[in-house]
């Protein structure tokens, strides 16, 4: 199928969507924190990223203006925004991203957006400078 990029700082939730997806037969590379998926990133170009956007270090928002920032083709990657985050449908409009999932939800509905962002193969495009605004 597709190898994906998690990146979220919940060990647990991480591990639980690496497992749903993996039984939709896609492949799975983690990692911890925007910094650590930007290095992810240069390792290898990912098909999609399911992103989190409350992390240490380099929160999601932040990463994925990273990746628009440095081009060289990581701009182009579907991004989809998984959070709990009150507000997160403004975050995902200023990330420029059309995918985006609120906690809770169920695995039925994440695997069918990374269907659909994996189809549609939307870029993202900020419209503004994307960080967490507390």
């Known amino acids: 199928m597709a190898e994906l990029l998690i990146v979220d700082d919940d060990e647990d ?3 639980l969507l690496e497992e ?3 039984d939709r037969g896609h492949q799975i590379r983690r990692a911890c924190n925007g910094q650590e998926g930007l290095d992810e990133l240069a390792r290898q170009v990912p098909d999609a990223i399911l992103l989190d956007v409350e992390m240490p270090e380099l929160d999601g928002p932040a990463m994925a203006l990273q990746m ?3 081009d060289r083709g990581l701009e182009a990657i579907p991004i989809v925004l ?3 985050i009150v507000g ?3 975050i995902a409009a200023r990330v420029g991203t059309p995918y985006f999932l609120e906690k809770p939800y169920t695995l039925e509905a994440l695997t069918a957006l990374c269907d659909r962002a994996l189809a549609e193969r939307v870029a993202p495009i ?3 400078p994307a960080h967490v605004r507390a």
């Open 88 to 90: 997160l449908r403004d």
């Open 13 to 15: 939730l991480a591990e």
């Open 82 to 84: 998984v959070s709990g």
């Open 68 to 70: 628009y920032l440095r």
């Open 20 to 22: 749903a997806l993996v």
């Open 126 to 128: 900020p419209t503004e």
